[in-house]
């Protein structure tokens, strides 16, 4: 990877793409361009996926919101709204991908378990002809 020029480059926080946010605690952009909750590790997959370059800044923090990490600087040879909307689509896009993944892990563990359910019951044979006792009721007074 090139080195980057810091002068030349503009921050996406990642709070600057989560729709869940108001523009008054941190969203910076258009809904249009946002995902709810994203991640700095998103940012960095979809960024790396549309082969775009970038300073990553992992231990960097958003100074409305401490707790939240991740800085990326990106070049500004690249126009900002083709940043954004790609960012949008390939993380979307990944989230799909993730819930049918997960989704079919899920039904392949119930399947599983199913049968390791019936092959686990075992019937006895009752020769000597038990019968389990029945619960004696209290009275209340």
Not at 72 to 95: A, M, Q, S, T
Request: contains cysteine; hydrophobic residues 30%.
């Amino acid at each position: 990877m090139d080195k980057i020029n810091i002068h030349e480059t503009y921050t996406i926080y990642p709070i600057f793409l989560d729709s869940t946010r108001s523009i008054k605690k941190g969203r910076k952009y258009n809904k249009n361009y946002c995902v709810p909750n994203i991640q700095h590790s998103e940012i960095t997959s979809a960024l790396n996926s549309l082969e775009i370059p970038f300073l990553d800044e992992p231990t960097k923090r958003h100074p409305k919101e401490p707790f939240v990490f991740g800085r990326l600087r990106i070049p500004k040879n690249f126009e900002k709204k083709f940043v954004l909307n790609g960012i949008k689509n390939v993380v979307e896009e990944d989230r799909i991908k993730i819930k049918a993944h997960m989704e079919t892990m899920q039904s392949a563990q119930e399947n599983a378990s199913v049968k390791e359910k019936s092959e686990k019951r075992t019937y006895i044979k009752n020769d000597m002809n038990l019968i389990p006792k029945k619960k004696i009721k209290k009275k209340k007074k």
